[in-house]
Each structure stands twice: as structure tokens, then as C-alpha cells.
């Protein structure tokens, strides 16, 4: 074909209405009319799409698109139908067609009507489509979200691996290959298995100037985290990302409580309901989607503002693809990830089942994971450096857009260690992954090392007074800065380069920043930090327990009757100023908060007023009503007097979690009868007893009361009667 006739910026602007083409585009796009194999990275929101669309819509013939989502399918379908006057100028040909709108789709073909035909790589191997496919003229193949074709790719397709075959099938037709994430190694991959090592590559920057990346330690205190971060951005749109369709419907509920306008989404849904979600978001009527990640393929948002990792996600493309969804109007965007090892650990456990060359390929991606999460260098830098691009820290694009370039970690010269960890890869003969290069160096000793006898060469045990966790981290950094490089063919392995080998010979200053360490005594410290930076008000927690003794007296009642301790503690932290909010404090329900709270919060407000208490709005995490249903339950079992163990059983629950729900409940202030079960168990006089214990108790403990009738009574007759006891006294 004579592209030289063709005047592509004139079709560019005939089809699309741009005056000019992006970044790589326009070259891209001359070498598929020269009708050569093309292989393009392109970041999501580079304009990946229009690479082969523009092509297929000005050439002779039908452009096949293989594509892994039905969703995506339709929703580019349906964009080019837009920009053309004919509807069959794009279709889709998948599993969801009728024999009808089949043949409406050949039809199309074969009077040249369509030029764009989307498929999926199943759909390719029906032997009557392919048939079908031979007699007509096919412009190019294009694969769309290459990386499917890799099992090093995030998002790896079994039935991708043999697309070369079908495509040899159909006769000599270019291949265009596009993906929005690859590491040297996928690409390597990607190139092999569609037999197109010749395909020129079009490799545009990773770099998102625009994307702020921050990592916060995952604590305990992790719900009320997010809750503040969206309050802080109100108004803005955001997505959040978790692993488990538990957790998504968790965290959607827990906003909603909260006054945030929430939906969750993943592919548990009906497929109307996941669409209703999508369309309310991509219209504003919700500001954030909790989801697993089936979300935000193809999702063409421009203004997502925010994009939250409540889990961390399984390797780094997954996490480039997913926060590359913020921002992509070139408007900021705040990439906000959540760190725990124990997440790490859990992925590591889903793994096991999995086969041994899966499992390793998983352990290797969730290790860079690790290694973003715990560096304390230039996040961007670390991430670029994993797609194989260069990034000048001081001075490139976006330098001071992550957490440690704003909030830099100390740096020490490591010199020495440098040399000698260059030394240990050259002398183990360049044949081990990063943990048996530590291991040499701090003299431990495992199966492989031991039969190459690593034991014996000099350099072992060399730096043992250093830790693991320090030489783990020196070799992030001296591959980051190019001393050492992963092998591509056995990827993990360390390889020398010519920097390394000439520092070796001429050592230069290598100052080394210290990772973050996200221990569990850290965390544990976080916790405590976390809580006493917004810890329970001392003065006021005297006030409230005074009062409280001063309203169990009035009432005639043990104070613990009142309120118990935590739910003081939560007052003394949120300072509640209405009946209403004192409804939201740990433990107190509606009814208790009308019984007993007037006296309470008139106390705090009096209190906030005359100290100039700024109460913290945003404190006020309400925790979901996911058990409401439990509770509602429960309540109508007892009115209808059923039997405890059925009750639990109709809710597949063990005695002791039933106990559990029934003290919250009577707790909170709502009455439960449950005499006649108690009659069950207990006698009059043994009932009498407990309830004269209680009445003159300091305390409502078991381990008390357990302590107080020395074996007379079990632990769960006890707790029957506390509730029997707090349910007709407080309630």
C-alpha cells in the first residue's frame, strides 16, 4: 500500500477531529500502513487505541482486535460507531451474539462495510469464524493488553499463548501488539510467542509527572485513615482498590455510613448492577467506587483524583496500571498505597496451591512489590527503573512527587558494602538470585549454595556484620543505579554490568538511603501513636466516670450499667454534643443514648465550651451496621422465644459469637427478654443469686463474678445472666 498518497493528518481529523497526533502515534501508525509488524508500550490514557483504529478505518479490508474484556469490546465499538455514519463499521464477534446478529456481521465483512472487528481470542479458534476469515481480505491483527500473552505479565491468559497459531492460520497478516505496562522481561516475552522478534518497538515514557505516590504503614487504625483522606478531598472522585469482594462491600458500606457517597464494584455483582455503579460514577453521582481489581479496564474517567490500595497489589504493573487511573487529565492525582508485610504473607499463602513455576514467577513480581513498599529512594525512580526506563531524580519530571523525595530518610555511605557485594555476585560466577548473593554474604548456608560449595570461597561470611535486611536493601539501589542487572532470561538472577565491574576497580562514594522498616512493633507503635495523637482526653474521662457513679446512684444501678468504660473512652476522644452523635460512640445505641445521655453531653458540651475544644468532625468513624442483620434477627428470635442453639444455627454461629452479638445488643440499650431460656438453666434462687452479685458488683467481669462463685457456675451461664441482668436493670 502507497501510504505516502494517504495524508494521515488529514484522516486524523476527519475521524477523530484532532489537528495533531500524540507523542508516538504518528510514527506508530506509518509503520502498520507499511503494513509491518508493530509492537507498542503506551501508558494508559496515551492514546493506545487510535494507534490501530486510525489505520484500520483508512485501509482496505477488516482489522481484526483481539481483547480480553467483553466490556472493553463495547465500549470501543461503540466509540467508533460515533465517528462514522455507519453502524457496521465496528462489531463485536464473542460468545454474547445471536445467529442472527452473526450473520449480520459477516454480511458486514464481506461487502467491506466493517473495517474494525473485535474478538476474543477464544472466539478465534471456532472453526467457522476462522473459515470464514480466510475467504475475506484482513488488514492487520491487532492484540490488545499484550501482556496477557506473558506469564510474567500481571494479567496473564492461557488462552492468549496460542493467538500465534491462529494468526499463522489466517495467512500473512502484520500483528500489532499494544500494552500499557511491560517490564523488559514481558516485552521479551510478548515478542517471542507472537514469532515477531523483527516488529519495530514503540516505547513511549512510563513517567506520570502528575501522580503523586505515597506508601502509609497499614495499622490498625486503617478505616478512619481513609475516612479522613476522602473527607480531606470532598467532592473529588476516587477509587479504592482491595483484594477480597468481602473487603470491597466492607469498606463500601463503612464509607456510606460515614456521609461519603460510596458503591462497591466487582464481578460478585449482577452485571446490570456493576454497570448502574459504573455509570453513577462516571456521572458524579457517587465521588468513589470501592473495588476489586475487574475495575477500571477501559474506564475512561479523566478526573479521578485519588486512587487508595487498601490492600497492596500483587506486582508492580498491576499497581502502575491501577494508579495510572488517577489523573489522566494531566490534573493532579494522589496514589495513596497501604503497607503491612502480613498482606504480603497472606498473597504468599493464596500462591501455595498454585503450580511451581506459577508460584515462582508470583513470588518474584510480589517481591518487587515488597521492595517499592519498604525503599526509601525516589518511588518514581524505582517504578521506571522496573519498566526499563532511566529517571533523573533531581531533575526529572515530577522528582519531588513522592513521599521520600518530600520527606527524605537518611543517608550513609555504603562505599565499602558496595564493593563487596559486587564482589560476592562476580565471585559466586553471576549464577544466584539476590537471596542467595545476602545469604553468601552473612554466611548462612542453604541446599543450593552448599552443592555449588559457595562455603569455600573467600568472600563468604564476608559481611555478617551487616544484617539481611541491609543487603536486601543495598542491592535494590545498586540495581537501580545500573552496578547490577536482573538476566532476562533467568529473570531474578544478578548479572555484573560494565558500571559494576568498573566500580569495582575504582570505588566511588554510593550513598545508600535506609529503607523504611514496617515492623510489627513499629506498627504496633503507630497504633499507639495514632491513638494517642488523638487519645482519649484525661480531664474529661475523670469527669465523665464522676458522673457516671452520680447517675448510677440516681437509678439505683452499678455504674458499668450506665455506660462501660470504652464507651467513655470514645466520648473523651469524639466529645459528642447531641443525643444524635453520642448514638455514634462505641457501645451506645439509640434507646441507651435517650435514657441515660442528656446529663452526659450536656457535661461535654459545657466542657468543649469552656476549653476551646476544636472537636474533630472527622473522628467520627462509624463502624457499619453489617451485623444489623444478625441483630434484627436475633431480637425477633427472642420475641418469638425460640431455642438459643437454634438461633445460632439458623445463622451458622457457635454459642460463644451468639453470647457476643446478644451483649452488644442489650449493651447498646435495646431490651432483650430472654427469661425463658435463662428458665431453662437456672432456677429461681440461682437466678436471684447472680442478679443480687451484679447488683452490688464494682465491676461486670466474668473473670470476677467466675472468681466471686468459685465453680458454682460456668462461664456461659454467667454471661446469660449478665444480659439477663443489664437487659432488665439498664434498659
Known sequence: MNTSAIDIHKELKKYFGFDQFKGLQEQVIKNILNQQNTFVIMPTGGGKSLCYQLPALIQEGTAIVVSPLIALMKNQVDAIRSLSSEDGTAHVLNSSLNKTEINQVKSDITKGITKLLYVAPESLIKEEYVEFLKSVKISFVAIDEAHCISEWGHDFRPEYRNLRTIIKNLGDIPVIGLTATATPKVQEDILKNLDMTDAKVYKASFNRPNLFYEVRPKTKNIEGDIIRFIKQNKGKSGIIYCLSRKKVEEIAQLLQVNGISAVPYHAGLDAKVRAKHQDMF????????????????????????????????????????????????????????????????????????????????????????????????????????????????????????????????????????????????????????????????????????????????????????????????????????????????????????????????????????????????????????????????????????????????????????????????????????????????????????????????????????ENDIIRPDDLVVKSTGANSTNKLFIIQSVDRKLAFPDIAAAKGMTMDALLKEMEQIVYAGTKLNIKYWVDEILDEDQQEEIHEYFMDSESDKIEAALKEFDGDYDIEELRLMRIKFISEVAN
Open 282 to 609: 462516571l456521572m458524579e453521582d457517587v465521588e468513589v467506587v470501592v473495588a476489586t481489581i475487574a475495575f477500571g479496564m477501559g474506564i475512561d474517567k479523566p478526573d479521578v483524583r485519588y486512587v487508595i490500595h487498601h490492600d497492596i497489589p500483587k506486582s508492580l504493573e498491576s499497581y502502575y496500571q491501577e494508579t495510572g487511573r488517577a489523573g489522566r487529565d494531566g490534573g493532579e492525582g494522589h496514589c495513596l498505597a497501604y503497607y503491612s508485610y502480613k498482606d504480603v504473607e497472606k498473597l504468599e499463602k493464596f500462591m501455595s496451591g498454585k503450580p511451581v513455576a506459577e508460584q515462582e514467577i508470583g513470588f518474584a513480581l510480589l517481591q518487587e512489590v515488597v521492595a517499592y513498599a519498604e525503599t526509601s529512594m525516589s518511588r518514581r525512580k524505582f517504578l521506571l527503573h522496573y519498566f526499563g526506563e532511566e529517571f533523573d531524580s533531581e531533575t526529572g519530571e515530577g522528582a519531588d512527587m513522592d513521599d521520600n523525595m518530600r520527606n527524605p530518610k537518611n543517608k550513609v555511605e555504603a562505599k565499602d558494602q558496595v564493593k563487596l557485594l559486587l564482589e560476592a555476585v562476580r565471585d559466586t560466577k553471576e549464577a544466584f538470585k539476590s537471596k542467595e548473593v545476602v545469604f553468601t554474604l552473612t554466611g548462612k548456608i542453604n541446599a543450593i549454595l552448599k552443592s555449588h560449595k559457595i562455603d569455600q570461597l573467600s568472600v563468604f561470611g564476608k559481611g555478617t556484620s551487616l544484617d539481611e535486611k541491609y543487603w536486601t536493601a543495598l542491592i535494590r539501589q545498586v540495581l537501580v543505579a545500573g552496578l547490577l542487572k536482573k538476566d532476562i532470561e533467568s529473570y531474578g538472577v544478578m548479572k555484573m554490568t560494565p558500571l559494576g565491574l568498573e566500580f569495582i576497580k575504582n570505588p566511588q562514594s554510593f550513598m545508600m538511603t535506609e529503607d523504611h522498616e514496617y515492623s510489627e512493633e513499629e506498627e504496633d507503635a503507630l497504633n499507639v501513636v495514632s491513638k494517642t495523637s488523638v487519645v482519649a482526653d484525661e480531664v474529661l474521662m475523670s469527669m465523665l466516670k464522676d458522673l457516671r457513679k452520680k447517675e448510677a446512684k440516681k437509678h439505683g444501678v452499678p455504674p458499668f450499667v450506665v455506660f462501660q468504660d470504652p464507651s467513655l473512652e470514645d466520648m473523651a476522644l469524639k466529645y459528642p454534643i447531641t443525643i444524635q452523635e453520642l448514638s455514634n460512640v462505641h457501645g451506645v445505641g439509640e434507646s441507651k443514648a435517650k435514657k441515660y445521655g442528656k446529663a452526659f453531653v450536656d457535661l461535654i458540651a459545657t466542657y468543649v465550651e
